[in-house]
């Protein structure tokens, strides 16, 4: 095995390209992206239903993940995974990190999960199609279908189920709304971002919907949340947008996830 430069190359050069969120939403929370969530989700609505039930968790959202991650399991990555994490550990930049998840790697294919040859995935090393990190797998991976293997890659049950299991696991909680975008009073400055009130406390501070319309009552907690490079978009974010990002921690990630849930059911 040789180290693989083009590795190293998108490596070094991840933080260049930013976009502004508006930039983010259209790219991400596409017409073509909600329409073939859409699609998957009506498909696969039985399977949905069964792994929502077993984790607590909203199958929409799940597909928005799996949406994000690899566009509905369509793109999971070209590099073979063994040759990314091996490259990245030589080349040294977080050479500890990338060495432990090798040895993950090696214990998954020790374990029969799947072939050396289709253990593909992204430069960095996240496999399948909820792109789970080699030691994600191994504490969080799942088999759904019951057939002895836990196939991220070519398992639509394997790969959903492990994706709820993964919000499960980190705290989601079942029939909480994750957020909504919301049209500010005035100037947002003086309300805290990330702090927390009830919902009946935003719609009394002025808070409307992004339609203009009053918000939902009740009293889950929600705090202000901006996304990153917007210009002056603002929403109530609640516990399971937190769990979201635990998935992937940048809030416009958060956000176009929520999105794109509400959208593809």
């Known amino acids: 095995m040789q180290p693989n430069q083009r590795i190293i190359e998108l490596d070094r050069r991840q933080s260049e390209a930013v976009l502004t969120w508006e930039e983010y939403r259209e790219r991400i929370v596409s017409p073509a992206r909600i329409e073939t969530g859409r699609r998957n989700f009506a498909e696969g609505r039985s399977l949905l239903e069964r792994i929502g039930a077993r984790y607590s968790v909203s199958p929409r959202v799940v597909v928005a993940i799996w949406g994000m991650e690899t566009n509905y399991g369509a793109n999971t990555g070209g590099f073979g995974v063994v040759e990314a994490l091996a490259t990245l550990a030589w080349e040294g930049r977080r050479a500890g990190y990338f060495r432990g998840e090798l040895i993950s790697a090696l214990r998954i294919l020790d374990a029969g999960h799947v072939a050396p040859e289709r253990m593909r995935g992204s430069w960095a090393g996240a496999m ?25 890659w070519d398992s639509r049950a394997d790969a959903l189920g492990s994706i709820a299991h993964y919000l499960s696991r980190h705290g989601w909680r079942d029939g909480e709304p994750w957020g909504l975008e919301v049209l500010a009073p005035g100037p947002v400055e003086g309300y805290g971002t990330g702090t927390k009130r009830p919902l009946r406390e935003w719609a009394r501070l002025g808070f409307r919907r992004i339609d203009g319309g009053p918000l939902p009552s009740g009293d889950v907690e929600m705090g202000l949340e901006e996304p990153r490079r917007s210009t002056g978009k603002v929403f109530l974010g609640g516990h399971n947008l937190g769990v979201i990002r635990r998935y992937n921690p940048p809030i416009n990630y958060g956000l176009a996830v929520g999105l794109l849930s509400d959208r593809v059911a």
């Open 128 to 152: 399948g199609q909820p792109q789970f990190m080699p030691s994600n797998f191994e504490r969080l991976a799942v088999d759904f279908d019951g057939d002895g293997r836990r196939d991220i």
